[in-house]
Structure formats: structure tokens, C-alpha cells
């Protein structure tokens, strides 16, 4: 069984400062890549509609949660979501227990894709 998650979240800028945006993400991204178990994380910004998207993928979902632990206790997800509105988040392939508990306590809902066709 494929265990990877996959995260994609769409959002809209809601900040006037693009620079202060892209900055952030910029200190998200660089956090990221530290990490052993995220193997893609990207921002995606289109600056005339401020649309964002954000392409994650992970090895598996302790290093989901781990990812998701760090950036909200280390202030990187409170302080962009004070620059954006989430419209929405999909979870391609495995959506654990404990990764559905997450969501439910951040308040944050999430299109889940469970079945992978190959």
C-alpha cells in the first residue's frame, strides 16, 4: 500500500503586500526542505488574481503530522493565514485517523480523493 499524502491547498491573497507573502512562503518552503519525510513542497503564486496554490507531498503520514506540527507551533501557518483565506484543501490518496482529527481541530475541511487509479 502506496503510503505517501499528498496535500493540495488553493487560497487567495488577501494581504496588499505580495512581498510580505512571497517572503513567508519563501521561509515555509526553506523550513520544509529540511525536513526528511516532505518530499515536494511548493508555492505557486499568481500575482494579477492572488491566486496561491501550494503542492505537498509527504512519505508517509507521521511526516505529515510532524510537517503540520512544526509549521503551526513554529508560527509559519498562523502567520500566512493571517495573508490568505484557504478555499479549499485536498488530500489525494491515505487520509488517516489522525490526520482527519487535525483538520477537525483546526476547524479546517478538506476534499479527501482516497482511491488512486493506476
Request: charge should be negative; aromatic fraction near 12%.
Amino acid at each position: 500500500m502506496n503510503r505517501e499524502i499528498y496535500n493540495i491547498v488553493r487560497a487567495k491573497i488577501t494581504t496588499d503586500d505580495l512581498q510580505a507573502f512571497e517572503t513567508q512562503a519563501q521561509k515555509m518552503k526553506a523550513a520544509a526542505k529540511e525536513e526528511s519525510g516532505t518530499l515536494i513542497y511548493d508555492f505557486f503564486i499568481n500575482r494579477d488574481t492572488k491566486d496561491v496554490l501550494i503542492i505537498e507531498k509527504y512519505q508517509d503520514d507521521e511526516a505529515f503530522m510532524a510537517h503540520m506540527k512544526r509549521f503551526v507551533t513554529e508560527e509559519y501557518i498562523p502567520k500566512l493565514l493571517t495573508m490568505q483565506e484557504i478555499v479549499s484543501i485536498e488530500m489525494p490518496g491515505l487520509v488517516t485517523k489522525g490526520i482527519e482529527d487535525f483538520f477537525t481541530a483546526g476547524g479546517w475541511k478538506y476534499k479527501d480523493f482516497r482511491v488512486n487509479i493506476s
